[in-house]
């Protein structure tokens, strides 16, 4: 709870999750989302056994650079991160999220090699793990620069925002003030809030963007949510 | 031979596991009957995008892995105006190739751009979990690897498919011998179309089977002349000659499923893969226009009489009620064996 006064030196970070957007026409969303506000765009990379998905990997990631200068931020729900940085790095990838469950042993060589490969580490937990594994990554050296909190079991879009996942924001967020903390899955108009005052500046949200009326609107209604239970310096 | 009618024609009999059982004693004379409809293994849905496309038809299926990602409609939208026929959708999961390509959602994506048949191959581990997403989401023909590292239970995957209205194809890489397909080239009988039977006078009349026919449990052979993962590499030379080999071997068991061969495929090399194969008669069995059709049967079965039985026991398989038109010698002759 921001009660207590602390300036938060972390601004907002509004991406749309393009696992809801249109992929014969991927390009065209990718500006589409930047033309109406989005910060990032966050692309989630699944491989069928982490998470019982299959979704894109880096050869679309490669194609979408191609189009687009925004920041790709991808999320990776593979159970061998490690064998992924090289080519991610390549296709063109800004931001790599890997998951603590299936980097436990590797951490630090894996967060490393992240960023000789030109990309922005950051780690992400899964709603069943406890959020004290997270701590010696953002104490790390070198250490992730952020932390995606999941607010639903990864795998597909569309599902409900878990709110008791808002302790493990609190407790990142107390913890640490300047972290870029994001979260992911059931994010709109009407958890965002909870998620805002909980501590959270990074904003994944697939259906209720997409699936708006005006996706516009969503996006500038969740950042000023952010921006309001976070003054930014 | 009104005893034969009401075996023939009881509803609901079983013999040797085929809905038929003799009962000489039964004094039943109906004038049509029907037979309760037993589920024949090997019903198919057909795709009707894919049955537009003849067996000796060469057919062109871009693959999608070389397009542009971020403007896929668009590329498939070019491709079909250049005059593909298909289109080729590799999907990879990491896992069993060493790339992620795509999953479901972009086949969903690209259903409503297309009416092309959409030929996806799926390079992943244990596909069946995947089978059911991929077919909702509109592709046609679903490819699973016979490798044991992918797909374990080849046999029951491949009925998976097809029972989901698509068809089923395998694929080999290029280590992978043809022997390790040989069962599910292998003919199966299957009778997907309804007949309708009568008696008359005192013998049963067969007047329409529709396709009653020796078919491959695959539809779809996919032969790959490059190690799978990645798009741009060279074809390897030595899948020709295993080309060759299968279509050998698809004539030797008299079926006909879909050659396909991806990896490397280019205007230069594409002549040695294409020679048209002299296509297999399967062994075909259309009554519907023709009556002396339906001596067809019999006279193909005449080469055996183990022929006639299995022919006979077949029928009753997807089929609401026969007519059989067999000389009474025949009849008695046959109804003993079947017993």
Same mark, same amino acid.
């Given at each position: 709870i921001c009660s207590s006064g602390k300036k938060m030196g972390v601004s907002p970070k509004i991406a749309p999750s393009m696992l809801s957007s249109d992929f014969a026409n991927l390009a065209a969303e990718a500006k589409r989302m930047i033309d109406l506000g989005a910060n990032w765009l966050h692309m989630d990379i699944m491989d069928g056994h982490f998470v019982p998905n299959l979704t894109i990997g880096a050869p679309v990631i490669e194609s979408l650079r191609k189009h687009t200068n925004a920041?790709?931020?991808?999320?990776?729900?593979? &159970?061998?991160?490690?064998?992924?940085?090289?080519?991610?790095?390549?296709?063109?990838?800004?931001?790599?999220?890997?998951?603590?469950?299936?980097a436990k042993e590797n951490w630090q060589e894996l967060v490393s090699k992240i960023k000789s490969a030109g990309m922005i580490p950051a780690v992400a937990l899964k709603p069943g793990t406890p959020v004290e594994e997270i701590f010696p990554l953002v104490e790390g050296k070198p250490p992730v620069e952020m932390v995606l909190v999941m607010t639903v079991e990864p795998g597909f879009g569309g599902q409900k925002f878990m709110p008791n996942m808002m302790d493990k924001v609190r407790a990142l967020r107390h913890k640490y003030p300047t972290l870029d903390i994001q979260v992911d899955g059931g994010l709109g108009p009407s958890t965002i809030d909870a998620a805002a005052a909980a501590g959270a500046n990074c904003i994944v949200a697939g259906s209720s963007v997409f699936g708006a009326p005006e996706p516009g609107e969503v996006i500038s209604l969740l950042r000023a949510s952010v921006e309001k239970a976070q003054p930014t310096s | 031979m009104s005893s034969l009618a009401a075996s023939l024609c009881c509803p609901s009999t079983q013999v040797n596991g085929f809905g038929l059982r003799p009962q000489r004693s039964l004094l039943y004379q109906p004038n049509s009957f029907s037979f309760s409809r037993r589920r024949s293994h090997g019903i198919v849905k057909a795709s009707a995008r894919v049955d537009k496309f003849s067996k000796s038809d060469i057919i062109v299926s871009p693959s999608i892995l070389s397009a542009n990602f971020a403007k896929l409609g668009e590329q498939v939208k070019a491709v079909e105006l250049a005059g593909c026929d298909w289109i080729h959708v590799d999907v990879m999961d990491g896992r069993f190739v060493p790339n992620i390509t795509i999953g479901p959602l972009v086949v969903d994506a690209l259903r409503p751009v297309t009416d092309l048949p959409l030929d996806v191959h799926l390079m992943i581990v244990e596909p069946d979990q995947r089978v059911p997403d991929f077919i909702k989401a509109g592709a046609d023909i679903v490819s699973v690897h016979c490798e044991?590292?992918?797909?374990?239970?080849?046999?029951?995957?491949?009925?998976?498919?097809?029972?989901?209205?698509?068809?089923?194809?395998?694929?080999?890489?290029?280590?992978?011998?043809?022997s390790a397909i040989e069962y599910v080239l292998d003919g199966e009988f299957f009778c997907p179309n309804t007949a309708l039977a009568s008696v008359r006078d005192d013998s049963i009349v067969? &007047?329409?089977?529709?396709?009653?026919?020796?078919?491959?449990?695959?539809?779809?052979?996919?032969?790959?002349s490059v190690n799978p993962g990645f798009g741009g590499q060279s074809f390897i030379e030595s899948q020709v000659k295993k080309i060759s080999d299968l279509r050998r071997m698809c004539v030797e068991k008299g079926v006909n499923p879909w050659i396909e061969v991806d990896g490397g495929v280019t205007p230069k090399n594409a002549y040695k893969e294409s020679r048209p194969a002299r296509s297999q008669k399967l062994w075909l069995c259309n009554v519907k226009q023709q009556a002396q059709k339906t001596l067809l049967i019999l006279g193909k079965a005449k080469k055996s009489q183990k022929t006639i039985t299995q022919m006979l026991m077949l029928l009753p398989y997807a089929i609401k009620s026969i007519r059989i038109k067999l000389n009474s010698f025949k009849v008695a002759h046959l109804y003993s064996s079947v017993q």
């Open positions: 920041y790709l931020d991808c999320h990776l729900m593979v &159970t061998n991160p490690m064998d992924y940085v090289e080519q991610m790095g390549k296709a063109g990838a800004s931001g790599f999220t890997f998951h603590v469950e299936v | 044991q590292s992918s797909t374990i239970h080849l046999h029951r995957t491949v009925n998976q498919i097809k029972s989901l209205g698509a068809k089923a194809g395998v694929v080999l890489n290029p280590g992978t011998p043809l067969l &007047t329409r089977v529709y396709h009653l026919f020796l078919g491959s449990v695959v539809d779809l052979v996919l032969i790959m």
